[in-house]
């Protein structure tokens, strides 16, 4: 299973709108923080600064994988797990 976002936003509110659509992770549970995991505020800058650039991150969210990347002027956020 997976799930994929696309936006010219913020790179954490695209993780957490595809975090969301995930089936395996309730990013409004008391016991989800994007902090533990990636500090999203270095995640925005690293996008926001890096415009010209094709760019890609990846990193894990318990047992899914989250890859961000930006194609232009887009932030695109794909979570998969292991059977994708």
């Known amino acids: 299973m997976g799930s994929e976002r696309t936006s010219s936003s913020r790179a954490s509110s695209v993780v957490l ?12 549970g008391s016991d989800f923080r994007l902090y533990d995991v ?3 505020d270095a995640l925005d800058s690293l ?4 415009r010209d650039a094709n760019l890609s ?3 894990d969210v318990r047992e899914a994988t ?5 194609d232009d002027d887009e932030i695109r956020a ?3 797990d ?3």
């Open 66 to 70: 989250v890859t961000v990347q930006r």
């Open 82 to 84: 292991g059977s994708t």
């Open 38 to 40: 990636i500090d999203p």
């Open 78 to 80: 794909r979570i998969s």
């Open 47 to 50: 996008f926001s600064h890096q």
């Open 57 to 59: 991150v990846e990193f």
């Open 17 to 28: 709108e595809a975090l969301s659509q995930y089936a395996e992770i309730d990013v409004d």
